[in-house]
């Protein structure tokens, strides 16, 4: 088939560059979001999935909104058969679905209708879920309402973050993706109504949605940190400054307040609603990570002090 192929971030490569490997597809085009600025300096960079279009020799397009007439008319002049979609990070309309015979197909990572929006795998590991995985399903206006043509499941491991299970699901997840498009060509795939049961969202996550709530249970701080490793970070206050964590580690010892600090000689203890968690690296502003026991030797937490 021809293929135009919409994806943004890293977490899309593994399905673009399955695609760009195929025997049996063609991909003539890929559509991504504008060259953003970065760094301190503020230059303008590719996006990673236009990035290995450029080194593929793969002509991009880049507009600003998918609904420009501008880009209606190009991806009409290529002609695609069909467009997969992962994370592409721009509102498809009407006009624009129209135009591939077989569609827009999306792959979102996660098992719907659970977890339909813009973060599925930080929801399934804040809400403590044992499995999730992803989904191919044709793409509609709605927010990820569409009929699924077919699913591939995730085990979340206990020390797991959204990292970690995100880069396996776009492994397998690329997988499933290829072998839609080969049953679409063939004839032999048919997508499945979701079910109206078991719909749940997922909104982007913020900065402000990953502050530690030390006043929460010590499994729930615990999943809120690895829910937002590594983006957007999870962060609480000391002395009024702004202090990232890692992944914590649940002890199951009690005896101290929410936010409150114990600093051992080989562990830095934290109180929560229920037990302490002990942090793992830390990253105080303006400098890299480093082992809360080496953090807490240069600051000294003074008795009563804690986080905020």
């Given at each position: 088939m021809r293929i135009v192929f919409a994806g943004t971030p890293e977490p899309a490569l593994p399905s673009l560059q399955r695609l760009l490997d195929s025997a049996r597809h063609d991909v003539v085009a890929v559509v991504t979001r504008p060259?953003?600025?970065?760094?301190?300096?503020?230059?303008?960079?590719?996006?990673?999935?236009?990035?290995?279009?450029?080194?593929?020799?793969?002509?991009?397009?880049?507009?600003?909104?998918?609904?420009?007439?501008?880009?209606?008319?190009?991806?009409?002049?290529?002609?695609?058969?069909?467009?997969?979609?992962?994370?592409?990070?721009?509102?498809?309309?009407?006009?624009?679905?129209?135009?591939?015979?077989?569609?827009?197909?999306?792959?979102?990572?996660?098992?719907?209708?659970?977890?339909?929006?813009?973060?599925?795998?930080?929801?399934?590991?804040?809400?403590?879920?044992?499995?999730?995985?992803?989904?191919?399903?044709?793409?509609?206006?709605g927010m990820d309402t569409g009929p699924v043509f077919g699913t591939v499941t995730e085990e979340i491991g206990r020390h797991d973050t959204s990292g970690t299970l995100l880069e396996r699901l776009a492994t397998s997840g690329a997988a499933l993706l290829e072998h839609t498009l080969d049953g679409l060509e063939d004839g032999e795939l048919v997508p499945v109504p979701q079910p109206a049961d078991g719909v749940s969202y997922a909104p982007k996550v913020t900065v402000d949605d990953a502050r530690v709530p030390w006043d929460h249970p010590a499994p729930a701080v615990d999943r809120l940190v690895r829910s937002v490793t590594p983006a957007p970070g999870a962060w609480t206050t000391f002395r009024d400054a702004r202090l990232k964590l890692g992944p914590v580690l649940t002890t199951g010892e009690a005896g101290l307040d929410p936010g409150a600090i114990r600093v051992e000689r080989t562990r830095v203890l934290v109180g929560t609603a229920t037990a302490t968690v002990a942090l793992g690296d830390v990253q105080p502003g303006g400098k890299r990570p480093m082992p809360a026991v080496d953090w807490a030797r240069g600051v000294r937490p003074e008795a009563g002090e804690r986080f905020a």
């Amino acid at each position: 088939m021809r293929i135009v192929f919409a994806g943004t971030p890293e977490p899309a490569l593994p399905s673009l560059q399955r695609l760009l490997d195929s025997a049996r597809h063609d991909v003539v085009a890929v559509v991504t979001r504008p060259d953003a600025p970065v760094g301190r300096s503020r230059t303008p960079q590719r996006s990673p999935v236009g990035a290995l279009a450029d080194a593929a020799g793969v002509p991009v397009l880049t507009p600003q909104k998918a609904s420009e007439p501008a880009f209606l008319d190009a991806l009409r002049d290529l002609a695609p058969d069909c467009c997969p979609v992962v994370a592409y990070g721009n509102l498809l309309r009407r006009e624009a679905l129209d135009v591939p015979r077989h569609g827009w197909v999306n792959l979102h990572f996660s098992l719907l209708p659970a977890w339909r929006g813009a973060a599925p795998v930080q929801a399934a590991v804040r809400a403590g879920d044992e499995i999730t995985g992803a989904s191919t399903f044709l793409l509609e206006e709605g927010m990820d309402t569409g009929p699924v043509f077919g699913t591939v499941t995730e085990e979340i491991g206990r020390h797991d973050t959204s990292g970690t299970l995100l880069e396996r699901l776009a492994t397998s997840g690329a997988a499933l993706l290829e072998h839609t498009l080969d049953g679409l060509e063939d004839g032999e795939l048919v997508p499945v109504p979701q079910p109206a049961d078991g719909v749940s969202y997922a909104p982007k996550v913020t900065v402000d949605d990953a502050r530690v709530p030390w006043d929460h249970p010590a499994p729930a701080v615990d999943r809120l940190v690895r829910s937002v490793t590594p983006a957007p970070g999870a962060w609480t206050t000391f002395r009024d400054a702004r202090l990232k964590l890692g992944p914590v580690l649940t002890t199951g010892e009690a005896g101290l307040d929410p936010g409150a600090i114990r600093v051992e000689r080989t562990r830095v203890l934290v109180g929560t609603a229920t037990a302490t968690v002990a942090l793992g690296d830390v990253q105080p502003g303006g400098k890299r990570p480093m082992p809360a026991v080496d953090w807490a030797r240069g600051v000294r937490p003074e008795a009563g002090e804690r986080f905020a």
